[in-house]
């Protein structure tokens, strides 16, 4: 039973980056989402996520990659997850509501050309939804990572990568892979090794 359910996951991973791997047009935004990072970061600007639940574990974990390290020491990167403060985020939710909190950091953190990245496996979390659209009035430019789709993240994204599927744990998985080599990319364009 476990070796099956380890393999039925195993083939549906693996499936769904082959067609990641065939789609031209997840090719054409991974390079021109990570060219406008590059471009945002050597301009001064920086490089916000955010997400619920495994999307803001994701979100968190990306973050850490530009602003720690990602393969090599190099200098930091400015990013941040905007979960992360646990008193903000239950005092914003508690005093205003949960759907303002990422909008609200958005407005206090972000200016016209930063970048705000949202994932959502359903593209459709309120709180995301809010941050996009004040991340757009701001002048930010704005990136989604969703399913299947795109929901009401779609109609806010400068640049949004739909993985073609509707099964969370496996579309985590490949906005991880996503990220992962946007990461990649922008260090080793800003930092590049002798």
């Known amino acids: 039973m476990d070796q099956q359910i380890l393999n039925k996951n195993l083939i549906a991973s693996i499936q769904l980056k082959q067609e990641l791997m065939e789609d031209e047009n997840i090719q054409r935004t991974v390079k021109e989402m990570a060219n406008t990072i590059i471009g945002s970061l050597r301009n001064g600007g920086k490089v916000l996520f955010c997400g619920n639940g495994g999307s803001a574990a994701d979100a968190q974990h990306l973050s850490a990659e530009l602003s720690g390290r990602y393969y090599y020491d190099r200098p930091p990167l400015f990013s941040e997850a905007l979960h992360v403060n646990t008193s903000?985020?239950?005092a914003v939710a508690n005093d205003y509501s949960y759907d303002e909190i990422y909008a609200r950091l958005t407005r206090a953190m972000g200016k016209a050309g930063d970048i705000l990245i949202g994932l959502s496996t359903s593209g459709n979390s309120?709180?995301?939804?809010?941050?996009l659209?004040?991340?757009?009035?701001?002048?930010?430019i704005t990136f989604s990572l969703t399913g299947e789709g795109g929901g009401k993240m779609k109609i806010h994204s400068d640049f949004i990568?739909?993985?073609p599927s509707k099964d969370t744990p496996r579309i985590?998985?490949?906005?991880?892979?996503?990220?992962?080599?946007?990461?990649?990319?922008?260090e080793r364009a800003m930092f590049p090794k002798p």
Not at 126 to 131: I, L, S
Not at 133 to 138: F, I, P, R, S, W
Not at 172 to 186: A, W
């Open 88 to 90: 903000y985020l239950t």
């Open 126 to 131: 309120g709180n995301v939804v809010k941050a």
């Open 133 to 140: 659209t004040t991340a757009k009035e701001l002048g930010m």
């Open 161 to 163: 990568i739909e993985i």
């Open 172 to 186: 985590q998985e490949c906005h991880m892979l996503i990220g992962h080599t946007l990461c990649e990319i922008v």
